[in-house]
């Protein structure tokens, strides 16, 4: 009997080389997503349904579309730095030049062109989740419990697992 299991590798974490290839290639709006799924390691319908109201004390207030689980991320340096230098254009942090919050698809076709641009074909959107824990963990005080409740993760094993 055959399984039903993926026979797929698992998703690695993007590598610093392309995280950094990355930084210097994107335009500011795709920038943009890429660190706040960077620095979030949140899923991409749950960054591009992220809000300024929702920005408090060094975070955001996440609600999970998937879990449903509510909870704090604080924000890495670097995302911070980006957030405070970005121009608010409407109610979402992620959004199209008018304002309009910026759909699944816009924001797959840009994160796939910058992929594309950096030779990064083999890691996807959700490979940066797997990335943001060595992110977050840079935020001092953080720590691999910390990490775990971010991403949801069950067990250390797996945050460590996605951590590189």
Request: zero cysteines; aromatic letters at 4%; proline letters at 6%.
């Amino acid at each position: 009997m055959q399984s039903l299991r993926s026979t797929k590798p698992p998703r690695q974490p993007w590598p610093p080389d392309l995280i950094a290839a990355a930084r210097a290639t994107a335009d500011p709006d795709t920038l943009l997503l890429f660190e706040m799924l960077l620095g979030t390691g949140q899923r991409i319908g749950d960054v591009l349904a992220m809000q300024w109201g929702q920005v408090a004390d060094g975070g955001i207030e996440v609600t999970q579309g998937k879990t449903g689980a509510r909870l704090f991320v604080p924000f890495t340096d670097r995302l911070q730095a980006l957030l405070d230098a970005t121009q608010r254009r409407g109610l979402h942090i992620i959004t199209l030049p008018d304002g309009r919050p910026m759909s699944y698809h816009a924001a797959w076709q840009r994160m796939m062109h910058l992929r594309k641009a950096i030779g990064a074909d083999a890691y996807d959107n959700h490979a940066l989740r797997h990335a943001a824990a060595s992110e977050i963990e840079a935020i001092p005080g953080m720590t691999a419990e910390h990490v775990k409740a971010i991403k949801r993760h069950s067990t250390t094993e797996r945050v460590r697992l996605h951590s590189g």
